[in-house]
Structure formats: C-alpha cells, structure tokens
C-alpha cells in the first residue's frame, strides 16, 4: 500500500499577489492625481501666457488708431458708442495707410481680424451725461483684442483734440522764432 502524502495549503497564499495589487493601484492613483496637477499648472500658464499677450494686442491696436482718430475729428460725433455693444466705425478701415493701421486689424498674418477699435465719450455734461454727444473735445479711443476668446482684454485712453493754429510771421518770434 502506498501512502499518498496530502499537500498542505499555507494559509498566507496569495496575500503577496494582493499587497501587490493594492500598491499597484496606490501609485496608479497618485499618477493620475500628479497628471492632473501638471494639467492644471499647464492650462493656467497658457491663460496666463494668452492673457498677456491679449493685453499686448489691444495695446497695439490703440497706439495704430490713434492717428487715425486724430485725422478724423470731424467723424467723432457720429461715431460715438452710445450702446453696450459697440461697433466700429466704418472711416477706421477705410482708406489708411495700412503700414502704420492695417484694414483688416490682423497683427499677426493669420488672416483673422486681432483687435477691433471704437470712440466711446466721456462724462463731460454737467446735468446729465449724454454719451452721444462730445462737449469738450475728449473722447475714449476703446481697443479690445478679439483674438484670444478665452482672454479678451479691452485698453482705453482718453485723447484731447488741439486743433493746429496758422502760424502768423508777424507775430512776436515769427513762424521760426527769429522774428521774420
């Protein structure tokens, strides 16, 4: 008669295969809390990054319009925002030397439009604010960089209009300022 000899189960079979699971799934799960914390980093420099760059762009559309403000003095009660919704005048992109204020506002060669420009007036009445209508010759040149959807910025300066003088050679000094 032969004896057959009984395997023993040892009671701690498997519970490496477990210790090693719940590792496994430890440092899947700060893999993915570490991932999403660089995708936020991420995600807030490119804000940041497009938020300056927005702003540069709005600048660049105030200092390229307001020559082209300047010249059309004339055109300003007219072109006066008086909506929350402003709309550009149409003497902006019409007939400029695009060198220095190009037609279609496209900064960057792409094509599309960057910034857009309007007159918005200020609070110059004394009784009751007319936004239609300029009584000291100030007004609002308004740029807003539309390039950037998710960071828009918007500048805005206050410009005074001198109109020029007629130089007199009679006058004391002359036009040179020799008296001829």
């Known amino acids: 008669m032969m004896r057959t000899r009984r395997r023993q189960r040892t009671r701690q079979r498997g519970s490496a295969m477990l210790v090693t699971l719940i590792i496994i799934g430890a440092l899947l799960a700060g893999a993915g809390v570490l991932l999403s914390v660089q995708m936020a980093a991420n995600r807030s420099s490119d804000l940041s990054r497009s938020g300056m760059t927005s702003l540069y762009c709005a600048e660049a559309g105030l200092g390229a319009a307001r020559q082209v403000v300047?010249?059309?003095?004339?055109d300003w009660k007219a072109s006066l925002c008086t909506t929350a919704t402003c709309t550009e005048?149409?003497?902006?992109?019409?007939?400029i030397d695009l060198k220095t204020f190009p037609k279609e506002h496209d900064l960057d060669g792409d094509g599309n439009a960057d910034f857009t420009v309007w007159l918005r007036?200020?609070?110059?009445?004394?009784?009751?604010?007319?936004?239609?209508?300029?009584?000291?010759?100030?007004?609002?040149?308004?740029?807003?960089?539309?390039?950037?959807?998710?960071?828009?910025?918007?500048?805005e300066e206050l410009i005074l209009f001198e109109g020029g003088i007629e130089c007199y050679p009679w006058q004391l000094g002359g036009c040179t300022g020799g008296g001829q």
């Open 89 to 95: 005048p149409t003497w902006m992109s019409d007939g």
């Open 70 to 74: 300047a010249e059309h003095y004339l």
């Open 121 to 155: 007036d200020n609070y110059d009445e004394l009784a009751a604010n007319d936004p239609a209508v300029d009584s000291d010759l100030q007004v609002y040149i308004v740029s807003k960089c539309i390039k950037f959807a998710d960071t828009p910025k918007q500048v």
